[in-house]
C-alpha cells in the first residue's frame, strides 16, 4: 500500500504542516507550487519545489515520477483552482491516487465529482474534532493517542494469509481479546467494504484468506497476532 | 447620644449578613424576573386580583356571601398592604444613607447632621411613594376602608396591579413610552381640534332648536366621538356650518387614528430586537448548563450545528448580519460583543454553573485572544477553547487562558498521515467516528448505582450486547486500561469506552442500571 512520492501542489501553510507529518512513509516529496510568493521559505526548504501552473500538461510529470506509486494532495487555497488541478490530474492520470482539501461540504462535493480518491473538508474535520473533544473527552484522546502512537497502544490492518486456521470460523464467534489481547475492530472483506466486527454483514462473513482485520492493540502483541494470521503488519 | 445610637443601628444593620440575607430575598422575590419563585408570586396576585373583580361585578345585582366580602376586603387588602411595606422597605437602604452622611461628615471633620439625612431619606422613599406603580398599589389597598361607598370602586385599581404581574403589559408600556413626545404632540393636536371644533359647533347650533347640541359638553361629546372615528350618531350637526365644522373634525380624526396607528407600530418595530433579545436573555438565564459560542461563521456554524443535537448552545456575535444568520439558523442568538465584559452582564448568567465551556471560534487569532482575555478578567476556571488561525499565535492564545488549542491546519497534516500511513485502520476509525452505518464510540461514566449493581469488569457482560469493550478508564489514576481483564474492578467515577451500534449501547446502558441485569 506504500507509495513512494508524495506530490504536494501548492505551498502553504497546509503544505508544511503536511509534509511534516508524512515525511516518514513516502521516499520521496515534491512540491509544486502555482506562484512566486514565499520564496524565502522556499530556499530553505530540504524538498524539492517546482513551479506549475494550471494550463500543465503534466509531461514533465509524467517522465520524473513513475505515478503509479505517486499520492497528490491538492492544497491550493482557492477552491476553483484546486478542483481544476484535481480534474486536471485525475484527466491525465486516471490510477493516481489523489487527496485534495476542501473548506466546506459543497466544494468537498465538487472534488468528489472531480475525481479526487479522497477529500478533507476541513471545517468539517474541524468542527468534528472539536465537538468529540468537548461531548467525548476521554474517548476522543485514547483514539488519538492511538492513531498518532502516542501511546503505547496501536492501530494496524492485519492481512489474513493463513485463514485454514480459522476454517468455517466467523471474527464474531473469537473472542480476541481474551485470546490473543487485542481488539478487532473491523474487516474489511474482498470486496473492499469494511465492517465493524459485530455488524449484521460481518457476522455471516466467514474468515477467508486476504480479509484485513483493523487492530487495536499492544506492539508485542500486535506482533503475535499477526504471526499467528501468517502474514506482517504495518 | 441619639445621633451616635442611630449611626451604630445603621452599622449593625449594613454588616448583618442575616438582615442583607433577608432583604436581598424579599428584593428577588418581588423584583427579580429570574427568581424562581416570583413567577409563582406574580400568578398568585394576579388570580387575587381576578378574584377581587369577580366579587365586585358579582355584587352589583347579587348577594355575595360575607365570607367572600370578608376575604376580599380585608384578607386580599392585608396581603396587597404586606406587598406595599414590602417594596416600600427593599427599594432603598435607609442605614447605607445614614453611613453615607455619617462618612462624609466625618471626613470633612464636621458633626453628623442626622436632620440632612433624614431629609434625604424621606426624599427618596417619597421618590417611591409617588411613583406611578406604589401610588396604584395603594389605591388597590383602599378597598379595606369599605364602609366609605365610594372607596370600594378603588377595587377596579387592582386592576391595574396587573401592570406590575404581567410582563407582556410592562413590554407595551414601555414600547409606549418610547415614542412619549410623539404621543404628546398628537394629544396636543388633538385636544386642539376637540377644543376648536366643539366650541364652533356649540356657536353654530346651541341656539338651533331642532339641534340635539345643547350644551358645551354635548359639543365637547360629539368632538371626542368624531374625532375617534367611532360616530354613534347620536348627537350629529343640522345646520349647514355645523356640518362644514364636522367635516374639518372628520378629516383631522383620520389623521389622527392614522397618526396613532403608525406610531404604535414603528415602536414595536423598533423595539421588537430588544423585546426579542430580553425575551430570549431570560430564557438564557433559566437555562441548567450550554455552551458559549463566540462568532458565528464557517467552524463556529459547523459546531454550533453538531452540539446543538445534543446540548443547548448560546450565540454571542458582534456583526449583526451574522446574528441574525444564527437566529434564523434556529441558534439562540445574541448580537454581542463577546469581547466586551458588559456582554456578559447583560447575559444575568452564572458562568462557573451554566456554561460548560466557552468556544472562541472568531475570524482571527487577534479576536479570539481578546475574547479569550475578557472572560478569564472575570473567571478564571471556566473551560474555553479557541482555534488558532496562524500557529505562531499559539503562545498569545495560551497565554491568554485558553485552556485548549485547535490548529486547523495541524489536524489536516495528521490526517494526511494516518492516511499515508494506515490507509485502512485510519478510514475504519474514521467511519466509527462518523457513526457509520450506526456504529458509534461511546464513553458511559459509572455512577454509584452501576458501580453498585456490578462490581468487576467480567459482570457487565459487553459481548453479550454485541459491543466492544475497548478499555476502562480509571478516574482515580487517570489510567486508561485497554481491553480489561474480567476481574478489574469497576468504579464510581470510571469511564467505559465502547465501540458498537447505538441502539446497542443505548440498551446496555439501561441494563447497567438493572441489578445483575433484572
Given at each position: 500500500m506504500r507509495k513512494s512520492t508524495a506530490l504536494l501542489f501548492g505551498y502553504n501553510d497546509y503544505t508544511l504542516e503536511i509534509v511534516k507529518n508524512i515525511s516518514l512513509y513516502y521516499e520521496n516529496i515534491e512540491i509544486f507550487r502555482l506562484d512566486e510568493s514565499s520564496d524565502k521559505n522556499i530556499q530553505n526548504s530540504k524538498y524539492k519545489i517546482s513551479r506549475f501552473d494550471l494550463s500543465d500538461d503534466w509531461d514533465e510529470l509524467k517522465d520524473s515520477v513513475n505515478i503509479d506509486e505517486c499520492t497528490a494532495f491538492c492544497v491550493l487555497e482557492d477552491t476553483a483552482e484546486n478542483i481544476f488541478l484535481t480534474i486536471s490530474l485525475r484527466e491525465a492520470f486516471e490510477e493516481l491516487t489523489i487527496v485534495a482539501l476542501a473548506e466546506?461540504?459543497?466544494?468537498?462535493?465538487?472534488?468528489?465529482?472531480?475525481?479526487?480518491?479522497?477529500?478533507?473538508?476541513?471545517?468539517?474535520?474541524?468542527?468534528?474534532?472539536i465537538v468529540e473533544m468537548l461531548e467525548k473527552p476521554i474517548i476522543t484522546q485514547v483514539l488519538h493517542n492511538i492513531l498518532y502512537e502516542k501511546s503505547d497502544l496501536k492501530i494496524?490492518?492485519?492481512?489474513?494469509?493463513?485463514?485454514?486456521?480459522?476454517?468455517?470460523?466467523?471474527?464474531?464467534?473469537?473472542?480476541?481479546?481474551?485470546?490473543?489481547?487485542?481488539?478487532?475492530?473491523?474487516?474489511?472483506?474482498?470486496?473492499?467494504?469494511?465492517?465493524?466486527?459485530y455488524s449484521s454483514k460481518a457476522k455471516h462473513h466467514q474468515i477467508k484468506e486476504g480479509d484485513v482485520f483493523v487492530v487495536v492493540g499492544y506492539e508485542k502483541d500486535l506482533g503475535e497476532f499477526e504471526r499467528i494470521m501468517g502474514s506482517r503488519y504495518d | 447620644m441619639l445621633k451616635r445610637l442611630i449611626v451604630d443601628g445603621a452599622y449593625a444593620i449594613s454588616t448583618s449578613k442575616r438582615y442583607a440575607k433577608i432583604k436581598h430575598f424579599f428584593y428577588n422575590f418581588l423584583e427579580n424576573d429570574s427568581n424562581k419563585y416570583k413567577k409563582i408570586f406574580d400568578l398568585f396576585m394576579i388570580a387575587l386580583i381576578f378574584s377581587s373583580v369577580a366579587i365586585l361585578i358579582r355584587e352589583v345585582k347579587s348577594h355575595v356571601d360575607d365570607s367572600l366580602l370578608f376575604f376580599n376586603n380585608y384578607i386580599i387588602s392585608i396581603i396587597f398592604l404586606i406587598e406595599y411595606l414590602l417594596r416600600f422597605w427593599v427599594t432603598s437602604s435607609v442605614s447605607e444613607i445614614i453611613i453615607k452622611h455619617s462618612e462624609y461628615d466625618v471626613m470633612l471633620k464636621r458633626e453628623f447632621s442626622l436632620l440632612k439625612a433624614f431629609r434625604e431619606i424621606i426624599a427618596i422613599k417619597m421618590r417611591y411613594v409617588f411613583s406611578i406603580k406604589a401610588i396604584i398599589d395603594l389605591f388597590a389597598i383602599l378597598p379595606f376602608f369599605h364602609e366609605l361607598r365610594l372607596l370600594r370602586l378603588f377595587v377596579l385599581f387592582r386592576v391595574f396591579k396587573l401592570f406590575r404581574y404581567a410582563k407582556s403589559i410592562q413590554t407595551f408600556g414601555s414600547v409606549i413610552a418610547t415614542k412619549k413626545f410623539e404621543f404628546l404632540t398628537l394629544f396636543i393636536f388633538a385636544s386642539i381640534v376637540i377644543f376648536v371644533s366643539s366650541v364652533l359647533i356649540y356657536v353654530m347650533e346651541a341656539n338651533n332648536p331642532t339641534s340635539p347640541v345643547n350644551t358645551l359638553f354635548e359639543a365637547i361629546y360629539w368632538a371626542v366621538v368624531t374625532i375617534s372615528t367611532v360616530g354613534y350618531g347620536d348627537i350629529a350637526p343640522v345646520t349647514e356650518e355645523g356640518r362644514i365644522v364636522a367635516m374639518f373634525v372628520i378629516v383631522a380624526g383620520i389623521a389622527v387614528f392614522s397618526f396613532t396607528t403608525s406610531l404604535i407600530v414603528t415602536a414595536f418595530t423598533e423595539k421588537l430586537d430588544e423585546i426579542k433579545d430580553d425575551k430570549l436573555i431570560n430564557d438564557i438565564a433559566k437555562m441548567k448548563s450550554f455552551y458559549l459560542i463566540c462568532g458565528y461563521e464557517g467552524i463556529s456554524k459547523e459546531v454550533a450545528k453538531k452540539l446543538s443535537h445534543n446540548s443547548d448552545i448560546i450565540v454571542l456575535e458582534e456583526n449583526d448580519k451574522k446574528a441574525r444568520q444564527a437566529k434564523k439558523d434556529g441558534f439562540f442568538a445574541l448580537n454581542y460583543d463577546p469581547g466586551s465584559i458588559d456582554s456578559y452582564r447583560k447575559l444575568r448568567i452564572n458562568i462557573q454553573d451554566q456554561v460548560k465551556?466557552?468556544?472562541c471560534l472568531g475570524h482571527s487569532d487577534v479576536e479570539n485572544v481578546y475574547t479569550a482575555l475578557t472572560v478569564r478578567s472575570f473567571n478564571k476556571d471556566v473551560y474555553i477553547l479557541s482555534i488558532l488561525k496562524n500557529k505562531m499565535n499559539k503562545n498569545k492564545l495560551m497565554f491568554a487562558g485558553v485552556n485548549e488549542v485547535f490548529y486547523e491546519k495541524e489536524l489536516v497534516g495528521m490526517i494526511a498521515k494516518g492516511l499515508a500511513g494506515q490507509k485502512i485502520a485510519f478510514e475504519a476509525i474514521h467511519a466509527l467516528r462518523s457513526s457509520y452505518n450506526g456504529v458509534d464510540m461511546q464513553e458511559i461514566v459509572i455512577n454509584?448505582?452501576?458501580?453498585?449493581?456490578?462490581?468487576?469488569?467480567?459482570?457487565?457482560?459487553?459481548?453479550?450486547?454485541?459491543?466492544?469493550?475497548?478499555?476502562?478508564?480509571?478516574?482515580?489514576s487517570k489510567e486508561f486500561l485497554f481491553n480489561p481483564k474480567d476481574d478489574t474492578t469497576v468504579e464510581a467515577g470510571d469511564y467505559l469506552l465502547l465501540i458498537g451500534n447505538i441502539q446497542f449501547i443505548k440498551e446496555f446502558n439501561s441494563f447497567l442500571y438493572k441489578k445483575d441485569g433484572r
Open positions: 466546506d461540504k459543497e466544494s468537498a462535493d465538487k472534488l468528489s465529482l472531480a475525481g479526487a480518491s479522497k477529500v478533507i473538508p476541513t471545517i468539517q474535520t474541524t468542527a468534528n474534532m494496524a490492518q492485519i492481512r489474513v494469509d493463513n485463514a485454514h486456521k480459522f476454517e468455517g470460523v466467523y471474527p464474531y464467534d473469537i473472542d480476541w481479546g481474551a485470546e490473543y489481547n487485542v481488539l478487532v475492530l473491523s474487516v474489511l472483506r474482498e470486496d473492499l467494504e469494511t465492517e465493524f466486527i | 465551556a466557552i468556544l454509584e448505582r452501576i458501580a453498585g449493581n456490578y462490581r468487576s469488569v467480567g459482570k457487565l457482560q459487553s459481548k453479550k450486547f454485541r459491543i466492544l469493550l475497548l478499555g476502562l478508564h480509571k478516574s482515580d
